[in-house]
């Protein structure tokens, strides 16, 4: 392929204006070999003003129209190499952040539903802590109460029986004091009080001797005695002196008797109290709460011996079921193990009397597989079990078979297609890069000439071009 000399500046149009020889370049139009005359009918069109450049040696070939220079290729590839990786590797930050996303996801979900546990659990906890405090405060406040009423009562209870003791001796000792006036001896009016004083005296000592945790009962004894002598005094004297009357000494000796043995009660109680003698009431609430506390216990042993009885069921039942199983497994395997010793006893014949050697000379209680592995390859020569000399041969033979009926395919599996030039020398061999050689060195004359009239067309698009060109300066 040569270059052609543009003509002279005449033959130039005259309507278009001379391009910019730097800006308004066109590249040269490649035309045959033989020289053609210029067509009159056609549009004048702007050529390239600069004379041809000088012929440069000849180079080796870098590529041709329909195939790219081996640098341009290999930089080609190397930019599709580095865009496939840059693409894996966003693709694989992509993946990656998305597991991180995934991942963050999941965690701040766990750390959620964690957080909701641990409140709720809190709330729970707190909930369930000021109702135990609750409770126990009402407790606390039926405690102080009972308390409260109980000290209560029992004030009441201690100045109600010293009222009665004091009321008693109010009205009897006068009745004592009539029954022991005599005008000759009047220091026996000192009976009367020392006896009313010695019930008194004693009362006194049988609390000292309660809060004391000593004995009481002489203490009670000397009240009881004093009171009954009293009593006996002013019941005598109502019956033999008519100006008491048998009433007012009755009524004498019973207020005689009757605020010590009030007294006394009380005494009784708060020693029976201090000394943690339960009342009957006591008793028979904490009978009632001993009943309740064995049923509930009744009923808990029951419940844990229904639960044992229960898990020792399943466990049996367990234990029935893998005892089945391992029994059916047992079966199965012995009924597997008859069937293949009757099929290799039938079908190898020579195998199965290697292999029946081996058991008896180990003691095994079956022909086991490394037993008959081992016998197949006494008789056979190879471990592979179920492979013969026969079927190797055959499957040799047939993979021989296999790799010559696809030669032909192989050998034409990558065939090129023939080069576009053809060759200057038809025995000369293949140069090509692909086919094993190194490509030949292209020169003038080498390519075929093209279609005729390329040149007129490639002059009239640059015509047009240069018209528009104008057009567009024009406006401007």
């Known amino acids: 392929m040569t270059t052609v000399a543009l003509p002279p500046t005449g033959l130039r149009s005259q309507e278009a204006p001379d391009p910019d020889p730097i800006h308004e370049y066109e590249p040269p139009v490649y035309l045959p070999d033989k020289p053609q005359q210029a067509d009159p009918a056609a549009p004048a069109v702007r050529l390239e003003k600069y004379a041809p450049a000088p012929e440069e040696p000849e180079q080796p070939p870098t590529g041709t129209p329909d195939q790219p220079a081996p640098e341009a290729e290999a930089r080609a590839q190397q930019v599709r190499a580095e865009a496939e990786k840059a693409a894996a590797e966003a693709e694989r930050q992509r993946l990656s952040n998305r597991r991180a996303a995934m991942r963050l996801e999941a965690e701040e979900a766990a750390h959620a539903a964690k957080m909701a546990k641990l409140t709720a659990e809190r709330e729970a906890a707190e909930r369930a802590a000021a109702e135990e405090k609750a409770a126990a405060e009402a407790a606390q406040e039926q405690v102080l109460e009972e308390a409260e009423e109980k000290a209560k009562a029992e004030q009441k209870w201690k100045w109600g029986a010293l009222g009665i003791y004091v009321a008693g001796a109010v009205v009897s000792l006068p009745l004592q004091l009539l029954a022991f006036y005599d005008p000759e001896k009047k220091f026996l009016l000192m009976a009367p009080v ?9 009362s006194f000592g049988a609390n000292a001797a309660v809060s004391a945790g000593k004995t009481v009962w ?13 009593a006996a005094v002013n019941l005598v004297h109502g019956f033999d002196d008519p100006k008491i009357g048998v009433g007012a000494g009755t009524i004498g000796a019973l207020t ?43 009923m808990e042993a029951e419940r844990a011996k229904a639960e044992e009885e229960a898990r020792a069921e399943a466990k049996r039942v367990e234990e029935t079921k893998k005892e089945q199983a391992a029994t059916a497994a047992a079966k199965a395997a012995e009924q597997d193990q008859l069937r293949r010793d009757k099929e290799r006893e039938a079908q190898h014949p020579e195998v199965w009397a290697v292999a029946v050697a081996r058991r008896t000379a180990t003691g095994a209680a079956a022909v086991t597989e490394q037993i008959w592995a081992a016998a197949w390859e006494v008789v056979h020569g190879t471990k592979e079990v179920g492979v013969t000399a026969e079927i190797r041969a055959k499957m040799l033979a047939a993979r021989a078979a296999m790799q010559e009926a696809g030669k032909g395919a192989e050998e034409t599996a990558n065939a090129q297609v023939e080069s576009q030039m053809p060759r200057r020398d038809p025995d000369a061999e293949d140069g090509r890069r692909h086919n094993g050689g190194t490509p030949p060195r292209r020169r003038p004359g080498d390519s075929p000439p093209y279609v005729a009239g390329v040149g007129k067309v490639s002059s009239a698009t640059t015509a047009k071009r240069a018209s528009r060109r104008t057009a567009r300066s024009g406006r401007r």
């Open 256 to 298: 005689s008797i009757g605020g010590p043995i009030v007294w006394t009660a009380y005494e009784h109680g708060r020693a029976r109290r201090l000394d943690g003698v339960p009342t009957r009431r006591e008793r028979i609430a904490a009978e009632r709460a001993a009943a309740r506390e064995e049923a509930v216990a009744a």
């Open 194 to 202: 020392f006896l009313e004083g010695l019930a008194l005296v004693l």
């Open 218 to 230: 002489p203490y009670r004894v000397g009240v009881m005695a004093a009171a009954g002598i009293a």
